[in-house]
């Protein structure tokens, strides 16, 4: 080897010793994560200060902080109408005051989650600073539970307030003494609170000025005053003698201390407390039905098709009229939806629906700002140009028969339950129909048999058909739709449609029947049988019963469902939202426990007694 290569081999060996060295005072990485959240070092003023005159709190741990969504999570009770300034230093959280507080007053200064460790995030869980203007601090406490009125799920976000005030208009005139507000699972807790009787009153504040202001706001409230009542008992503590035994040798034995039998009496003391239990209290968010009425939009998109959706349901009916033309004749057919918040009037009269500007006017209830109904007009104008075509697209369109479209609620192939309607859907109002030119057939062992059926008219959709059989299970079916069969208002047939389906095996479907009791008088029971969904609940099947019994609901594919009875006081056939000056809660809505899972070819049965739920 020579002499260079050796030299060359030392220095690579000494820079890679270097380096290893080097390597070797670099601080190690990993070990366990920090969990802990801050610890308190001091305080000044302390906690639960008494006499308290200062305009600044500071708050020390033993590690730096970080705030976080202090603005959602702050909450200061009684409220204050100027904030105070809330800044970190380090270690050191800094509360600077600008506003006067009252005299004999305890405060809770509410962070929340939001007082976190620097590095991980880790923060102290429902912090809060207690102080009192006086000679001693309040101690007194509600909690409760606020549900949505509807679904019943726990509601985040909303806040509880008492008020000392006890009017109707405090909550909307007036922010409250105390205040809270639940956490995700929709619990709550008040502390600190004066022995006084207030009102309950809790509100999803859009606005976050804890007033109730606006119509879309959801609240929540409780009939009668919470009241705070002195409670005296009785406690027994019952005290042993040693629960050391000895043998006969002098060797110390132990007795079962779970067994009463191995133990003896010495003393037994009596005491007796007196205290204010914590008032608990479950609510049902809601929001009113008090949103004024207006037309939300109104278009026409086709000349003979005008659409006009309003903001919610017309309270009453609603007037249709031409602005600017007089016909005498019928010149339109109205079409709603159940909701009655969208009418479609079909235009029916040539002179009309072929000018390109028809001016109109739309009379309806709206209240006014007493909540009163009252009956306004509006004027529309509707526009419509016809679209203008190449002259090889116009040529094509002479040449092309134009026919009535639909869309059936089946597909061909499909398999269908025993107990469904065929829903054919038209894009126009039907005028004229004609069953002979349907047939249904059934195939049998390579036969065919005609079916009868029964076509009738939705009473309140003129586009809307529905096909009924006495169905047969497990069987191949041909539907046959030849042109003329359906006729529209402006004269235009349906072509040819044939399509094949099979309906469903009788066994493939599950039952459950529902024994209902504790329904009296003042209420009807809508029984439900829902499809839970991501955002709403799906209705499969509802029955509505005024007398106890039982009740079947059959042809339910095996799925897991939801059993829901709401309680209809108004026998509208349909739940209501509660309105607070009036004193309506909402009306109750009421689940099985627990998920109905159905199985094929079985029967379930289940027991809800109303008055228990």
Not at 26 to 31: A, M, N, R
Request: net charge negative; glycine share 4%.
């Amino acid at each position: 080897m020579k002499f260079g290569s050796i030299q060359k081999g030392v220095f690579i060996l000494s820079f890679a010793i270097i380096l290893i060295g080097c390597a070797s005072i670099v601080s190690p990485t990993g070990g366990p994560k920090d969990e802990e959240h801050p610890l308190i070092v001091e305080s000044h003023p302390p906690f639960n200060t008494i006499n308290f005159d200062s305009k600044e709190i500071d708050i020390t741990f033993n590690e730096f902080i970080e705030l976080k969504d202090l603005n959602s999570n702050l909450i200061i009770s009684p409220p204050m109408e100027e904030k105070p300034m809330i800044r970190k230093k380090g270690k050191t959280l800094n509360i600077k005051f600008e506003e006067e507080f009252k005299d004999s007053t305890t405060y809770n200064i509410y962070f929340g989650n939001s007082v976190q460790d620097y590095n991980e995030g880790n923060p102290i869980e429902d912090f809060q600073y207690v102080l009192s203007t006086g000679s001693y601090i309040d101690s007194l406490s509600i909690e409760g539970y606020i549900i949505n009125a509807f679904s019943l799920v726990p509601e985040e976000g909303v806040f509880v307030m008492l008020y000392t005030e006890h009017g109707d208009s405090v909550p909307i005139k007036q922010i409250p003494e105390y205040i809270s507000k639940t956490n995700k699972e929709g619990l709550f807790r008040l502390n600190n609170i004066a022995p006084n009787e207030y009102k309950l009153f809790c509100i999803r504040d859009f606005n976050r000025n804890y007033l109730f202001d606006l119509p879309n706001e959801e609240i929540a409230y409780i009939d009668s005053l919470v009241r705070f009542e002195l409670v005296t008992k009785t406690f027994t503590d019952t005290i042993y003698k040693s629960d050391t035994l000895h043998n006969n040798l002098g060797q110390e034995i132990y007795a079962d201390l779970d067994t009463a039998a191995n133990k003896e009496i010495d003393t037994i003391i009596t005491q007796t407390k007196t205290f204010y239990p914590v008032n608990n209290y479950t609510l049902r968010l809601f929001t009113e039905d008090r949103e004024v009425q207006y037309i939300a939009n109104y278009k026409r998109e086709i000349k003979q098709k005008i659409e006009v959706m309003l903001n919610k349901s017309a309270k009453d009916s609603i007037v249709f009229a031409l602005a600017d033309t007089v016909i005498n004749d019928s010149w339109f057919i109205k079409e709603a939806n159940s909701n009655m918040d969208s009418i479609i009037y079909w235009l029916t009269n040539p002179a009309l629906y072929n000018k390109e500007n028809l001016l109109t006017t739309l009379s309806y209830y709206k209240e006014d700002s007493n909540l009163m109904l009252q009956w306004v007009t509006d004027t529309l104008k509707f526009r419509y140009f016809e679209p203008k075509k190449k002259k090889r697209e116009r040529d094509d369109k002479e040449e092309e028969t134009v026919y009535l479209k639909y869309s059936l609620n089946v597909k061909s192939k499909a398999t269908v339950d025993l107990n469904k309607k065929l829903n054919i859907s038209f894009e126009t109002p039907v005028k004229n129909y004609n069953n002979n030119r349907i047939k249904l057939i059934a195939q049998v062992d390579s036969l065919e048999f005609p079916v009868d059926f029964n076509l009738l008219r939705d009473s309140i959709k003129p586009r809307e058909f529905k096909l009924d059989a006495d169905w047969c299970e497990d069987t191949i079916y041909r539907m046959e739709i030849y042109p003329g069969a359906f006729t529209d208002i402006y004269k235009f047939s349906n072509d040819t449609n044939i399509i094949d389906f099979k309906t469903q095996k009788r066994d493939f479907y599950g039952v459950i029947f529902a024994d209902i009791t504790g329904i009296d008088s003042s209420f009807q029971a809508i029984c439900q049988i829902i499809l839970p969904g991501k955002d709403e609940e799906k209705i499969i099947k509802q029955e509505i019963i005024n007398v106890d019994q039982l009740v079947k609901f059959d042809f339910l594919p095996p799925k897991e469902f939801i059993f829901k009875v709401i309680l209809d006081k108004n026998f509208n056939n349909k739940w209501d939202t509660g309105e607070y000056l009036k004193n309506i809660q909402p009306e109750e809505a009421l689940y099985y426990t627990e998920k109905i899972k159905v199985r094929s070819n079985w029967d379930m049965e289940i027991n809800f007694d109303l008055k228990k739920q």
